[in-house]
DNA sequence: ACATTACTTTCGAAAGC
DNA sequence: GCTTTAAAAAGTAATGT
């Protein structure tokens, strides 16, 4: 848990099943200030104040939920679209079971990193920096699976986790292996 | 039996009329760019590696042969921007950049991140600038990749920035805006990265 | 010359084209 | 593959005063 404190969780992804079918012209009457245009997107856009979420709510039922930088912000989203439905006299289920899907976070590394020599280090094949498109560097991590994006500055950005837990330990792989080969 | 081999003879004839298409469309491509022969020959191994990898599906023969140059050019050590590139297709940049990167790992061809001096010919020549100038700029340049001063930055908008105080130092002045047009990058971005050269590296434009 | 807004990259789910 | 959502990183671009 050392390095926990130091990763800030930015952005959440998570999903959630409401009902069977939803109907989702009725609920944009219900909601206000919703977004739903079928011939753009299937789902029906949502945007939330406290917490600063945003929803996507599918004729299936199934809703996802993005912008929360907690768990607690995740589940009081859910619970608060739920409320509002029921007052909307749609049915919908109670405690629903709400799946992760991907945490954004960033981390530190408080050293300045040379992008290209760690591009060689860690190696051309599992590795991708393009400066010409893109200031980050992408490194794929296979174990955990999370995608880093290491900048010059030396932050880092971990993306593709499902639990808190995986960016830590990609974080402290990353660290390590540049420690080794003496980039930082 | 018979449908057999007259499947095989379509899929064939299919297969040569795309890959005779795809070496036509990089000639054309390689000749707007001025783009030597030995770097289009290099491009055409790129593409054919691509055709046996089955990396055609869901892609246009347009973007690949276009992915293609712009690795060849990269290998070669004379890269030509993604703006260059899609100057002479109807394939946008971004799309050009993600089929390289694509291409670059599904192939594993290993390419290098390219650097600021690697445009430095080029970039001189179409600024008619001297021999002595291109000299001066990498040298900057080389003090710059030192200093870690180019980390995350566009190679073209380093290069270009060396090349203007280059032009300063040796008297052949060119204006920002000369050399953003053909380094394709802005006169802001140009000024940004003079001022960081210029006062991390205390360099004076006098001499 | 500045500032502000916007776009580049990564990730994942959803339903449908 | 695309469409839409949110969010960060840092660089560059496009507009605006």
Redesign the interface.
Known sequence: MSEMEKITIENIVASTSLAEHLDLSKIALALEGSEYEPEQFPGLIYRLKEPKTAVLIFRSGKVNCTGAKNLENVKKTIDIIIEKLKKASIEVYDNPDIIVHNIVAVYDLESDLNLTDIAMSLGLENVEYEPEQFPGLVYRVEEPKVVLLLFGSGKVVCTGAKEESEIEQAVIKVKKELQKVGLI | RLRKWQKRIKVSNAAERNLSQALQELERMASNLSIPNDVRETAAVIYRKAVKQNMIRGRSIEGVVAGSIYAACRITNVPR??DEIASVTRVKKKEI?RTY?IM??YL?L??????PDDYVNRFCSKLRLSMEARKRAEEILKMAVDN?L???????GVAAAAIYIASLITGERRTQRAIAEVAGVTEVTIRNRYKELTEKLNLTIEE
């Open positions: 921007t993604l950049g990167r670059a790992r594993k290993n390419i290098l991140p390219s650097k870690d180019t980390s995350g930055k566009g190679p073209t």
